[in-house]
């Protein structure tokens, strides 16, 4: 199987990504070949090539470095696809460095995330 994203064709061993989600459990996804990682309903913009390896990476079991400039990507796909423990230490890191990460995006003005409202609102 294969994800999409910026017309980058992302290839994944579905087994190992299943350890660590539940998303692909409906048999909707078992005969597709390719499916688009993000889509115009996804309400995140901070995605990046480097946040979709680094989440992708992570469902292969390979090591990854979460960032004050990924961790948002990160916490919206890992909630997307169910990833549950990728979801905890993305909100965990949050927690750590939220003065970082708002100072990120007010630096920024191209992302918007629901994330970095609620971060802002609760610490402003």
Known sequence: MNFICFNKV????LPIFNKHSSFFSSEIYEQ????ELLNE???C???T???IEAFLNYCQDREIKIEVSNVISIESLSRKYFVEE????SNKFIEKHYKE???????RKEEKSPKYEELISTHF
């Not at 990728?86 to 230490?89: A, C, I, R, S, Y």
């Open 10 to 13: 992302y290839p994944i061993k």
């Open 32 to 35: 597709k070949r390719n499916i």
């Open 41 to 43: 309903y996804d309400l």
């Open 45 to 47: 913009t901070s995605h």
């Open 49 to 51: 090539k480097e946040s």
């Open 86 to 89: 990728l979801q905890k230490l």
């Open 101 to 107: 990460i708002i100072e990120y995006f007010l630096s």
